[in-house]
């Protein structure tokens, strides 16, 4: 697993990756994630061999950022949206905001 400081402080646009536990294989190739801090099974369309017990790694932005309640929105690269705590993130990107003239 990846494990990186990760700050405390996320914006909007930011980057993120997530790691997510395969937890089986559907009849139509899809995988079933677990996610951390994300209460139900996310589908994804899994790497080639992938069994099940295997991390994958999801990639996205954040779209929203609720402070009170200490989670993140993620749009997932892979197309869907998710809701997750602060600690189910291991990677972070800086969004960039184009330099003021």
Do not use: N, W
């Not at 990846?2 to 405390?8: D, G, T, W």
């Not at 914006?11 to 790691?19: C, Y």
């Not at 999801?58 to 809701?83: F, M, N, P, Q, S």
């Amino acid at each position: 697993m990846l494990h990186h400081s990760v700050p405390r402080e996320f914006e909007i646009g930011d980057e993120v990756a997530l790691t997510g536990t395969v937890t089986s294989i559907l009849p139509s190739g899809r995988a079933l994630v677990s996610i951390p801090s994300y209460e139900q099974p996310y589908s994804v369309d899994p790497p080639p061999k992938t069994r099940a017990g295997d991390e994958v790694i999801l990639v996205g932005d954040i779209i929203r950022v609720d402070h009170k309640a200490d989670k993140l929105t993620v749009r997932i690269d892979c197309g869907g949206i998710i809701t997750v705590g602060h600690s189910a993130i291991i990677r972070l990107r800086r969004h960039r905001r184009p330099l003021s003239r």
